[in-house]
């Protein structure tokens, strides 16, 4: 049970009792989500129809979501001293 905590056992002991049942309750939906995502997976990986397939994998894009963004470089003078000025708001 440590693991799933991701703490010590002494953080886990001092830990309220609402807090710690909490937890072990979001972490069993995680697990749960987790589980059912990998037999989503499973499911689509066998019926062979390529449509499914390519439905799936861009609903799982979608849930990616942007991991990046991408700017313009800044190299000038000019640049960088506007950059600085968005900054600062």
């Known amino acids: 049970m440590v693991d799933r905590f991701g703490t010590d056992p002494q953080h886990l002991l001092a830990m309220p009792v609402r807090l710690f049942w909490s937890m072990a309750g979001v972490i069993e939906r995680l697990e749960a989500a987790q589980n059912l995502s990998l037999f989503d997976v499973m499911s689509v990986a066998q019926a062979g129809d390529a449509e499914i397939k390519n439905k ?26 506007a950059a600085l000025v968005e900054l600062e708001g």
């Open 56 to 81: 799936f994998r861009e609903a799982l894009r979608q849930r990616l979501g942007h991991t990046s963004r991408v700017e313009k470089p800044r190299s000038s003078g000019a640049d960088i001293m």
